[in-house]
């Protein structure tokens, strides 16, 4: 079993928002699909780190959830920003289970296990929190963090955190995140939500404060998984 990931499929199969007008984005959905089955295998297991679909409500994602339910391997999806069908995590297994989706996990205040590590992670929130209402926001996400952190040490594996918002971007912290991700002697963490070349060019990857971090965004990877294990 491996263990790959990637971030910010932006699927549109059942809606009318394509994202090949962006530069590097031209028929990206064969391009992921041709790449994704070279690499993985029924036994792996892909994180797919938020920004999945643009459908707005759950069951208007059908065709996008059947489309990568039908590829190889595993998936475990994480929440993102433009994850607008997003409720809650019974809610959406429900729909999952229903329709047939048996490919697909949600990690949302868990953790997910592997045979060497255990996903967890959340969505984030900005890295400038100044409202009140981005504050609470921010608390919350901060909070579904450590949940998830907790419920992947008790699996007695290591924890490989999984954000769509970067907490270390362009010099700047997150510090409540990264306060977490420290606290809780985190190694790797993996990240989407940047895109373009000059945004990427701000992304930071390596080691900063004993965690390493990498951005998995589809365009960063060239829309190729990436192995983590």
Known sequence: MSLFAIADLHLSL???????IFAGWNDYVNRLKTNWCKLITDDDIVMIAGDISWAMRLEETYVDFKWINDLPGKKVFLKGNHDYWWGTKGKI???LAENELDTISILFNNAYETDEYALCGTRGWFLENDTPEDLKVLNREVGRLRTSIECALKTGKEPIVFLHYPPYYNRTECKELMDVLIEYNINKCYYGHIHGAKNMRNAFEGEYKGINFKLISCDKLSFIPLLVR
């Open 14 to 20: 059942g809606e009318d928002k394509p994202m090949d």
């Open 93 to 95: 297994e429900k729909f």
